[in-house]
């Protein structure tokens, strides 16, 4: 049996005024976005027939999200931070904003007020026996024009695929620079080759993966906020070519555009230019602004990010 009651009048009138509908104080918004909520609960609960049992699993489920700060993280995993990228995609393409690189998912683990130098910069600390990594490229516009001034703002995991701030066993800011670029719009930077990285094994994300019968695992990438005056800001990231999770991320942030082909060397001589011994990595990859006149258009997405003011 099957019983239903969210579409009585009785019913309809208690989800409005738990939603606040029949005050007049709060948030309009807010009351909106939650009256929505509430009546597509419901009929999601009738609909599928849900237990008490199953609804207060789910309510211990959100307790344990927020306790262990992974709401960030089953956003991604869920793909809901990368449908949000095709929404925005889709409203650039009918606003005629087209050009440029392709935006892909920020992530729960951008940290505000890394170092800044101007053109190039060393990324990792100096601890991580890790291949050495020497990344460079040009920021332009969708012509191909240099972009002087523009602000590279990379952040990317360790070889234990860390995070350092969310890590604290890392040195603060440790793979996490802002490099501003040259009068040819260059950057470049030293840092180490990151190893791909999955959801915590005891945490919940997992947990739910788990029930979806999916894995947690990302590839190796690298995250990158592009921004210069007068262009739009770019978030982005690059996926390097040749991990095995590059075209089954378990949060969807591969982009054929997106794919940076990281080539290993032996080359002594290179090595000693670079000023490292033994087989180090290279990357070349660039990265291309619209232009927009917008100064919301200007600034990343407002969000809370650690640091952040
Ligand atoms: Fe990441």
Redesign the pocket.
């Known amino acids: 049996m099957n019983v239903k009651i969210s579409h009585t009048a009785q019913a309809q009138d208690f989800l409005e005024e738990a939603s606040g509908l029949k005050n007049d104080a709060g948030n309009p918004r807010a009351k909106a976005l939650i009256y929505r909520i509430l009546r597509d609960t419901v009929n999601i609960i009738e609909d599928l027939q849900v237990t008490p049992e199953e609804f207060w699993k789910a309510v211990n489920y959100l307790n344990v999200l927020g306790a262990r700060q992974e709401a960030g993280l089953l956003a991604a995993g869920l793909g809901l931070e990368h449908y949000l990228d095709l929404l925005l995609d889709a409203a650039d393409e009918e606003a005629g904003k087209t050009g440029g690189t392709p935006r892909t998912i920020e992530?729960p683990?951008y940290v505000a007020g890394a170092p800044l130098s101007n053109f190039e910069a060393r990324l990792d600390d100096g601890t991580d026996p890790a291949v050495p990594l020497f990344m460079k490229g040009r920021v332009t516009n969708v012509d191909g024009e240099p972009l002087a001034g523009a602000i590279v703002d990379v952040w990317q995991?360790n070889t234990a695929g860390t995070y350092s701030y969310f890590d604290p066993s890392q040195s603060e800011f440790n793979l996490r620079r802002r490099i501003v670029t040259d009068a040819e719009g260059n950057y470049r930077f030293r840092s180490i080759v990151p190893s791909g990285y999955g959801c915590p094994p005891d945490g919940p994300t997992q947990q739910l993966l788990d029930e979806l019968g999916r894995h947690g695992q990302?590839p190796a990438?690298i995250?990158f906020f592009i921004s210069a005056p007068d262009h739009r800001h770019l978030t982005t990231q690059i996926n390097l070519d040749g991990d095995k999770y590059l075209h089954d991320d378990f949060a969807y942030a591969t982009r054929d555009e997106l794919i940076a082909h990281i080539s290993f060397s032996e080359d002594q001589d290179k090595a000693k230019a670079y000023g490292v011994e033994g087989r180090f990595a290279e990357i070349d990859f660039d990265f291309t602004l619209q232009a927009s006149p917008e100064p919301s258009e200007q600034q990343r997405r407002e969000r809370v990010r650690a640091l952040e003011d």
């Open positions: 992530g683990l995991a990302r990438h995250h």
